[in-house]
């Protein structure tokens, strides 16, 4: 009994390594054995975009971030900026109908369906050649959008994605490592980009070829997930652009930021399920089941093997992390070395229950944007 934990020890720690440390290092190997793509032509002239804008009751938000889109670097008559509201009662389509003489156009669901029903309900109007999909909540640097279209006159690219940055007006909160990890993530986009490409597109900010756009999908679905895969099906490749910067405010409660998590991830599953010939298996809460087994594995060797007491106390620390940060005050100062365990701990959580919702068939319910609160970083 005891060599059959530790074989299972070894490998959930081995798959760990590999999912966090391994695959990054493979990565890097294969950039340097991959053979240099070839250099490909600059674009002529700047491409007609369409700039997607869905929102739900964004009021306290939408002015800054119409005007965060129209002072982005693009020649203003190859740009159309579409808003979609998903039937909201408050000032947001009001707001916008301002900015009708500026080019901004309103495009608003008769009843609440969510967010890729009205992405679907707009298929009609887009004029672009490329797809710019953002989110009201973040901040799109002013020079982000030529790098991003650029990107696109690779005819092999059918996706371009953001580089997004967590910033937030204050660091003190329990959510704080979440810019630790959104570093992270964009640091294993890169690697992948210079491999082969990457699964999925930050939704926060990334363009499209039209043709992918324009694939109707079911409700339950994430768009900017779903452009990848659907890109792959085409042969063409999802990119991460390290120019494009975007920059997401973070959520300042580590429990809001959990349930973040389930409804993304959970959208993510029946994705993934939709497009199932071109699952990958480290993605979406792979890790999770792994740190399930290795805790089960512990508590059989505790009483046989003494060195295995330390890693339940370890386990016991982050998990204490964990608790301390769900029900940690929003605003007030959170300690530093608490930050980083309970963020992996909420996040596989978070990842393990959207996959027994997605597999117990459920469906996230009607979309609800995350309020985040709003940052301008410094320019320069």
Not at 140 to 159: C, M
Not at 190 to 196: A, F, P
Not at 341 to 365: K, Q, W
Request: aromatic share 8%.
């Amino acid at each position: 009994m005891t060599s059959l934990c530790l074989g299972v020890l070894g490998a959930a720690v081995a798959f760990a390594l590999y999912t966090y440390l391994g695959y990054p290092l493979l990565l890097m190997l294969l950039t340097v054995l991959r053979r240099k793509r070839p250099p490909v032509a600059p674009l002529a002239e700047w491409p007609m975009i369409t700039i997607v804008l869905p929102v739900f009751n964004e009021e306290a938000v939408i002015r800054n971030t119409l005007e965060n889109l129209l002072q982005l670097d693009y020649p203003a008559d190859r740009r159309q900026i579409l808003v979609l509201s998903d039937a909201s009662t408050d000032r947001t389509d009001a707001i916008v109908s301002e900015y009708a003489t500026r080019g901004v156009q309103l495009l608003r669901l008769p009843r609440r369906r969510g967010k890729t029903a009205a992405e679907n309900a707009a298929l009609a109007l887009l004029r672009g050649e490329l797809i710019v999909n953002t989110d009201a909540s973040v901040y799109v640097e002013r020079g982000a959008l030529k790098p991003l279209i650029a990107s696109l006159a690779d005819p092999t690219v059918g996706v371009a994605s953001g580089h997004g940055v967590s910033v937030a007006p204050s660091q003190e909160h329990a959510n704080r490592a979440d810019s630790w990890y959104i570093g992270y993530e964009m640091w294993v986009r890169d690697l992948e980009t210079r491999v082969s490409g990457i699964v999925g597109a930050a939704g926060c900010f990334h363009a499209v070829r039209a043709p992918i756009q324009r694939h109707a999908l079911p409700e339950a679905l994430s768009r900017d997930f779903a452009a990848a895969l659907l890109a792959r099906e085409r042969g063409l490749r999802a990119v991460s652009v390290r120019e494009a910067l975007c920059f997401i405010p973070r959520v300042p409660s580590l429990r809001r930021e959990y349930r973040r998590k389930v409804r993304t991830i959970t959208r993510g599953w029946h994705t993934l399920y939709f497009k199932r010939p071109l699952l990958n298996p480290f993605r979406y809460g792979a890790f999770s089941w792994i740190l399930a087994v290795a805790l089960a594995t512990l508590v059989c060797l505790a009483r046989s093997a003494p060195w295995a007491l330390w890693g339940l106390g370890l386990a016991a620390f982050a998990g204490v992390c964990a608790a301390l940060a769900w029900w940690w005050p929003e605003g007030r100062r959170f300690p530093r070395v608490l930050a980083v365990p309970a963020y992996i701990v909420i996040g596989n959580l978070a990842a393990l229950h959207a996959f027994v919702r997605a597999v117990r068939g459920e469906r996230v319910p009607l979309w609800e944007p995350t309020r985040r609160e709003a940052v301008r970083p410094a320019e320069g």
